[in-house]
């Protein structure tokens, strides 16, 4: 295995399959906890481990995927045309709720971190959590943060906010279809936003709008708080 994993194109189909197996079998259970992202995470670093195949080799060859999330966002745009009616009716409750979120986001770590008596530097680190992994780590960089723990908190947030999100929002019987986008794409960011799309189009081009405006209020006011 670990010989195998040396050049790009077979470190992409090892991640490749390792996804499209994972998706099979979440398809088939439909459990939460067998989401094909978590499986793959988890599948991976197992055989990274025990093979003990250095990270930055195989982060080297699975340089094509990182590079196609830039397009997966774009195209995100599509299933926002195709709500534009939906989105113009509820503006001004979109962009209130979001603003409100991006508050609540950063304000919540801040007074916890306050209270719990943590460092500066651990509540800059994880005040971005609610925002888009690259957004986050440029915010907790400026801020005296530890962009890399910040990465692997908002994607783990993405994870348990994916896993979680459509079972919270089912007991407290939110049904609006706007709402569960917003929530889900707001707080659990891409993971979220694709979880959204599982419900509806709706919810999964609300959940991308979620995303980018969430990601730039957070910018915006970040130093108001971080400062």
């Known amino acids: 295995m670990r010989e195998i994993l040396t050049s790009e194109i077979s470190i992409l ?3 490749l399959g390792i ?3 994972a998706t099979l079998v979440y398809q088939k259970t439909k459990f939460a906890l067998l989401h094909p992202v978590l499986v793959t995470i988890a599948v991976i670093i197992a055989i990274l481990l025990i093979f003990k195949v250095d990270y930055l080799i195989y982060q080297k060859g ?3 995927i990182d590079f ?4 997966s966002v774009v195209a995100l745009g599509y299933t926002l045309y ?5 989105i113009k009716e509820n503006l ?3 962009l209130t709720a979001l603003f409100v979120g991006s508050i609540t986001g950063i304000g919540s770590v801040l007074m916890l971190a306050k209270i719990l008596g943590s460092s500066h530097v651990l509540a800059v680190t ?3 959590k609610s925002v888009t992994t690259p957004i986050a780590m440029a915010i907790s960089e400026r801020f005296g943060g530890i962009p890399s723990m910040t990465a692997v908190v908002v994607i783990s947030i993405g994870i348990i906010g994916g896993i979680a999100g459509p079972w919270v929002l089912r007991v407290l019987k939110v ?9 889900l794409g707001a707080s659990a960011h891409g993971l979220g936003t694709a979880r959204a799309m599982e419900l509806g189009a709706i919810e999964g081009a609300i959940g991308g709008l979620a995303i980018g405006i969430m990601g730039l209020m957070t910018a915006l006011i970040a130093p108001f708080f971080l400062a």
């Open 92 to 94: 001004v409750s979109i």
């Open 82 to 86: 195709t709500q534009i009616a939906s």
């Open 13 to 15: 189909a090892f991640t």
């Open 62 to 64: 699975s340089h094509l």
């Open 19 to 21: 996804y499209f197996g």
């Open 68 to 71: 196609m999330l830039g397009p």
């Open 126 to 128: 994880l005040a971005p």
């Open 175 to 183: 049904d609006s279809k706007i709402a569960i986008g917003l929530a």
